[in-house]
């Protein structure tokens, strides 16, 4: 059961955007995650950074 709306939704032109200016202005992938409402699928927030060669910051906990 997905956590959060969009947890392993397809990614749309504007997530990718979103999560490409979250991720060169240092956002944590966590907050992003967040932020795109995907907040129960880090793993694949973080898969798609890297996939688009993103710089990945992760919070200091």
């Known amino acids: ?18 999560l490409t200016d979250a991720m060169n202005n ?7 995650a967040e932020w795109l409402c ?9 898969r798609k950074a890297r996939e688009l060669k993103l710089p990945i910051r992760r919070e200091n906990r």
């Open 26 to 32: 240092g956002t944590p992938i966590e907050i992003a």
């Open 38 to 46: 995907r907040s129960g699928s880090i793993d694949d927030v973080e």
């Open 1 to 18: 059961m997905p956590r959060d709306i969009y947890d392993h939704k397809e990614w749309t032109e504007m997530d990718i955007e979103d």
